[in-house]
Nanobody, 120 residues
Framework: QVQLVESGGGLVQAGGSLRLSCAAS?????MGWFRQAPGKVREPVAA????????YYADSVKGRFTVSRDNAKNTVYLQMNSLEPEDTAVYYC????????????????WGQGTLVTVSS
């Protein structure tokens, strides 16, 4: 069974940066990040296929966030720059071996979540 373990959340001022990491156990997966802000539904933020062939970014983070991965470490990263208070949310690492479509709609595997708080 796949396990996803996130790290890197915290408190940052608007305009600052954070990097989230997610280490996966088990087979190679397409991986990415969802987030859930207070009072809102979970939404996909960014994703990257296991072979680096595809990436996805939500419109709200394009140009500010970068998703990457290190397959030797089975780890995916989310570099978040120019953070805004609206980015405040619990960020979840996700993984799926069925392709990017399922990954972005209903992922097979979820991490426990890490809180990112952006102060104004």
């Amino acid at each position: 069974q796949v396990q996803l373990v996130e790290s890197g959340g915290g408190l940052v001022q608007a305009g600052g940066s954070l990097r989230l990491s997610c280490a996966a156990s088990g087979r190679p997966l397409d991986m990415g990040w969802f987030r859930q802000a207070p009072g809102k539904v979970r939404e996909p933020v960014a994703a990257i296929s296991w072979n680096f062939g595809s990436t996805y970014y939500a419109d709200s983070v394009k140009g500010r966030f970068t998703v990457s991965r290190d397959n030797a470490k089975n780890t995916v990263y989310l570099q978040m720059n120019s953070l805004e208070p609206e980015d405040t949310a619990v960020y979840y690492c996700v993984g799926d071996n069925r392709g990017m479509g399922p990954l972005l709609s209903l992922p097979q595997a979820w991490g426990q979540g890490t809180l990112v708080t952006v102060s104004s």
